[in-house]
């Protein structure tokens, strides 16, 4: 009888987490002081950092790694509003190969997407493949 208590314990469990990282897997949450060192101005990337010139409106910065799957979708997603919102970015960079900036950003997954401002002003975040309208919805104005 214990052992079937536990496996239902463990299933309400995974299925209860398996929930909830799916509701919360590519939301745009607007950054908080808590994804930067300077809460008070928030964490800015520049162009060099960033291996591309910034947007006059946004810049979408994803970064990725070789063998992610979601990081294709992340990908398309990021590149079709790119393409289709004036003023709008997308720079993909590799994780493995900028592990300073993965730190320093507390990049824990990939695809995860970073939402600048026209002064590389970190605005937004995803982690996971972002979905289009949220994508959109976190453009600064």
Do not use: K, Y
Not at 58 to 65: E, G
Not at 82 to 101: P, W
Not at 108 to 124: A, C, E, N, Q, S
């Amino acid at each position: 009888m214990t052992g079937v208590i536990v496996f239902l314990t463990v299933l309400v469990a995974a299925s209860t987490f398996g929930v909830w990282q799916r509701r919360r897997d590519g939301r745009v949450r607007p950054a908080t002081p808590s994804d930067h060192a300077d809460a008070d101005t928030g964490e800015r990337l520049s162009a060099a950092e960033i291996g591309a010139e910034l947007g006059e409106r946004a810049t979408l910065v994803q970064f990725s790694s070789a063998f992610c799957q979601p990081c294709r979708a992340a990908r398309a997603t990021l590149a079709h509003v790119a393409a289709d919102t004036e003023g709008v970015v997308h720079v993909e960079i590799d994780a493995e190969a900028n592990l300073d900036l993965v730190r320093r950003l507390s990049v824990l997954r990939t695809p995860t997407t970073l939402v600048l401002d026209h002064t590389g002003r970190i605005v937004g975040r995803a982690s996971g493949a972002p979905r289009l309208h949220d994508v959109r919805a976190a453009l600064p104005a």
